[in-house]
Nanobody
Framework: QVQLVESGGGLVQTGGSLRLSCAASGGRFSKYKMGWFRQAPGKEREGVSC????????YYADSVKGRFTISSDNAKNTVSLRMNSLKPDDTAVYYC?????????????????WGQGTQVTVSS
């Protein structure tokens, strides 16, 4: 059983930056693909970015390309999401998730474990 705990959310002004972290425990971190998802009020949850922690392969949603950077620290079993140039549309609860499958994907049912989420609010 893998436990995921997100941290780093908060309130930031438009154009600001935040760094989210996800600490994983209870599993072999290098076996997983890790994803960040977000859910804005009244909207469905959507994929933001994901990473193959073993090979450092990354994937981003078009809406965040060039602004967000995903990274992993395999020694610390953590995955981070650096968010720059934040916009009010980035306001959402951000979730970390872990996938045991072979493919980087935003297909949510394929993810095996989820964190509780951390709130990011971008003021205009």
């Amino acid at each position: 059983q893998v436990q995921l705990v997100e941290s780093g959310g908060g309130l930031v002004q438009t154009g600001g930056s935040l760094r989210l972290s996800c600490a994983a425990s209870g599993g072999r971190f290098s076996k997983y693909k890790m994803g960040w998802f977000r859910q804005a009020p009244g909207k469905e949850r959507e994929g933001v970015s994901c990473i193959n922690v073993r090979y450092n392969m990354t994937y981003y949603a078009d809406s965040v390309k060039g602004r967000f950077t995903i990274s992993s620290d395999n020694a610390k079993n953590t995955v981070s999401l650096r968010m720059n140039s934040l916009k009010p549309d980035d306001t959402a609860v951000y979730y970390c998730a872990a996938l045991r499958g072979a493919t980087l994907t935003f297909i949510e049912p394929l993810y095996d474990y989820w964190g509780q989420g951390t709130q990011v609010t971008v003021s205009s």
